[in-house]
């Protein structure tokens, strides 16, 4: 297959798209594709300084690459999670990567905020899913960071298959409030809260990944270990099997949601946040849940203390 744009050789064969590109016309054409997304749903602009969310992966890392080649005021936000080996892996690719571009990174690790945070040990103490527990704290912790550091945008570096697989389990049980929030950008609806966006959600995981391969961007390989087994998995192997026998579908089943049936749903959001009376950030209880999760650890390890000191 030859090039689209300059008819060289191909290297990356695009079915999605009918399109394949050479390498130099591949990086430009996903530059191009961040920058549409960027100026169609007016996501940020120049001046204003973002915050990236870098998990160590290959999305937000390629996402955080694409920012700084096109001249954004980029930061790098890395949340340790406490995960082992995957989380030491994972820390070590995002410091290695900030360093070789000489770009500012954030670095805070669940195991030293309060109590102990690690999400292994919260999933233990409240008896949640480990994923409930570690996505509780990222919101926490990536809505704290981006306010307190006086970021004006919260970036994260979901791409099409995520958008695609979150929608499809939103659709199949017809969460109308999540399908209310699904969106690209979400405007602040809180004091604290900055903009969040998410610059690759029309690009797809290989996409990414044929981008982070061109750039010789060091990702981690591994999955987070309580990936195995979510269902968000099984949406997107189910996806897989229908984009290979029509393909394309990936991308109009999420472009044409945002188009026309989203603003439907966002209609009917929900009320605008109060306060949390425990840290000040945006709650729609008494507590956010970020404080409710802590307030669980708390206690479970109070009760765990008091039983040891009675010898039981
Ligand atoms: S798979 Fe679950 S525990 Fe692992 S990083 Fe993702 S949300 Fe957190
Ligand atoms: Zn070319
Ligand atoms: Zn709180």
């Known amino acids: 297959m030859k090039c689209t744009r300059c ?33 169609r749903e007016r996501m940020f602009t120049t001046e204003e300084r973002l915050l990236v969310a870098v998990s160590g992966g290959k999305d937000s890392l390629a996402l955080w690459d694409v920012l700084a080649e096109l001249g954004y005021h980029t930061t790098g936000l890395y949340l340790g999670l406490g995960i082992g080996e995957y989380s030491d892996g994972s820390r070590a690719k995002v410091e290695a990567f900030a360093a070789s571009r000489s770009l500012p990174l954030v670095v805070r690790s669940l195991s030293e905020e309060g109590p102990g945070l690690a999400v292994p040990d919260v999933a233990t103490a409240t008896r949640r899913a480990p994923c409930a527990a570690c996505g509780a704290m990222k919101r926490h912790f990536f ?17 099409l298959d995520d958008e695609a697989a979150r929608l499809l389990g939103n659709v199949l049980r017809w969460q109308r409030d999540h399908l209310a929030r699904q969106r690209p950008v979400l405007a602040p609806t809180h004091p604290k809260f900055v903009r969040k966006v ?14 982070a391969f061109m750039r010789r961007i060091d990702y981690v390989v591994e999955e987070c270990p309580n990936a195995e087994g979510a269902t968000q998995l099984v949406y997107k192997d189910a996806l897989n099997r229908l984009e290979a026998a029509s393909p394309g579908t990936k991308l109009a089943f999420v ?8 603003p439907l749903f966002a209609e009917r959001e929900r009320d605008a946040p109060g306060d949390c009376q425990a840290c000040g950030m945006p709650a729609y ?23 040891a000191g009675l010898g039981v």
């Open 7 to 39: 008819k060289a050789k191909a290297e990356v064969h695009l079915r999605a798209h009918n399109a394949g590109f050479c390498r130099p016309c591949y990086l430009e054409y996903f530059r191009r594709q961040v920058e549409r997304a960027i100026a």
């Open 143 to 159: 809505d704290a960071a981006a306010h307190e550091g006086d970021f004006d945008v919260l970036l994260t570096g979901h791409n």
């Open 198 to 211: 998410k610059p690759l959600y029309l690009l797809s995981e290989y996409e990414t990944a044929v981008y």
């Open 255 to 262: 472009k044409e949601f945002v188009r026309s049936a989203q």
């Open 285 to 307: 209880g008494a507590l956010c849940s970020f404080c409710t999760l802590v307030r669980e650890v708390e206690a479970k390890r109070a009760r765990r203390a008091a039983l």
